[in-house]
């Protein structure tokens, strides 16, 4: 998709765990992208402007744009938090080209907290069309509370017989009766014991992605079955 610059105002703001939002936008008309991509999100204006990229949690199946960030104390984030409905906001995009749009008959998400997002769109997208894909999701967090798109997520387990989501938690309470611990080979094992015939996406913190590239090559999968994407922080742009 050819990227765009645009204004657009802010029609809807969700809670989605106790500390991140998602920002939902008006979409244009002819604003198209990817499931997956990302975009350059711009808040404020002239000496207050502040800019970030981030991926689109939104599907393109879905009538609005949406960001979600966990809020850090960063201006940025604080920033974003002090968005109100009605607000305008700057948008650059799409970028990237960490996609998945139905072409695979089997794929595994590995996700660790708020990355998430890409993920998610991916997953909208795929139950909105009714895809054949079968999608296993493997979604880590430290705690509980920090699950983002739960609710979402049921949904479209519900919807899309092809989906199983799996949650872990590496500090669980003593109430959490799920999984526990960060994602491993034996965790991916017992949830796709077909997992030679998967596609991977891997998305989160960047220790993470290394962890998980590693244990991947351990299990003899082939580079082409292994897709990823990191926000390098220096660059101001994610790494595929």
Known sequence: MKPMQFETEITQIIWRTKDAKSIRFRRPDGVEYLLGQWIFL????????????????????????????????????????????????????????????????????LAGGKGITPQRSMIRYATDKALKTSIILLYSNRYEDNIAFEDDFDEMQRRNKNFKVILTITQPSQSWKGRTGRISREIVEKAAPDYTERVFYTSGPGPMLDAMSAMLKEMAIPETQIKFEYFTGYAGAPKQ
Do not use: W
């Open 42 to 109: 711009t808040l404020g204006r002239g000496d207050e402007r502040k800019t970030k990229p981030l991926s689109l949690s939104s599907s393109p199946t879905e009538d609005s744009l949406e960001v979600t960030k966990r809020l850090t104390g960063h201006e940025f984030s604080n920033a974003l938090d002090a968005l109100r409905v009605g607000d305008m906001a700057s948008i650059r995009g799409p970028n990237g080209i960490f996609s998945f749009q139905g072409e695979y008959d089997k794929v595994c998400m």
